[in-house]
């Protein structure tokens, strides 16, 4: 296998993306697996593959993936993050078109911690009044 031009690391909640971008045909990896069958949902692979159509480099990389933890979304935003992070490095002048579409911003949004005395993290026990 060719050397990666490039190797980034996306996250999102609790996944983690390691994405390695190499000269290609726009063949996209993860864990191994064609895009199709780790992400079944086509509406999975557009939100992960979303920075290389902006790019428009869709054709021009190959995409070679490790993601650990997390939910499907949850993967497919790391990946995606990932892909922009990767395309930045390899190219600076597309920062402004990738910053402007939102691609370039960690989702911050993270599960909030259960409070003792609840059942969840703002879910109360129902009141009993006698």
Sequence with gaps: MAKPLTQTTGRRKAAVARVRL??????VT?????IAEYFPSE???VHATEA????GRAEDFDVDATIDGGGVSGQAGALRLGIARGLIELDP???????????LTRDAR????????LKK????P????R
């Design 121 to 124: 993290a703002r879910k109360a």
């Design 22 to 27: 190499r000269t290609g045909g726009g063949v």
């Design 43 to 45: 509406t999975h692979r």
């Design 30 to 34: 993860i864990n191994r697996r064609p």
């Design 126 to 129: 129902q009141y009993s009044k």
């Design 93 to 103: 002048e597309l920062r402004t078109s990738l910053k402007r579409a939102g691609l």
């Design 52 to 55: 290389l159509r902006v790019a």
């Design 110 to 117: 993270e599960k909030e911690s259960k409070k003792y005395g």
